[in-house]
Nanobody, 118 residues
Framework: QVQLVESGGGLVQAGESLLLSCAAS????????MGWYRQAAGKQRELVAG???????NYAGSVKGRFTISRDNAKNVVYLQMNSLKPEDTAVYYC????????????WGQGTQVTVSS
């Protein structure tokens, strides 16, 4: 079982930055692929950025060059540094842990609101 708790959301102006954090419980964090997703009002949830257990990263085209995902396996935390924020980045951001250990499991945090004003 993995529990995820996001923090760091808030209201910012366009062009500003935010750092999201996702703290994970459980001993299998280092083996999990982690991801940040977002869901804007009236839209489907979409992948923003992902990082494998080995540290390889991937990004949605809309955030490439502005957002950076990283992880600290010693602290069981994954981060999303968001720079040059735009109003279209406004959404609820969710942390996801994808674990393949005796089966495939996906765990989600409760989400944190990010609002970017123009």
């Amino acid at each position: 079982q993995v529990q995820l708790v996001e923090s760091g959301g808030g209201l910012v102006q366009a062009g500003e930055s935010l750092l999201l954090s996702c703290a994970a419980s459980g001993s299998i964090f280092s083996r999990a692929a982690m991801g940040w997703y977002r869901q804007a009002a009236g839209k489907q949830r979409e992948l923003v950025a992902g990082i494998t257990s080995g540290g390889r990263t991937n990004y949605a085209g809309s955030v490439k060059g502005r957002f950076t995902i990283s992880r600290d396996n010693a602290k069981n935390v994954v981060y999303l540094q968001m720079n040059s924020l735009k109003p279209e980045d406004t959404a609820v951001y969710y942390c996801n842990a994808h674990v393949v250990v005796a089966g495939v499991y996906d765990y989600w945090g409760q989400g944190t609101q990010v609002t970017v004003s123009s």
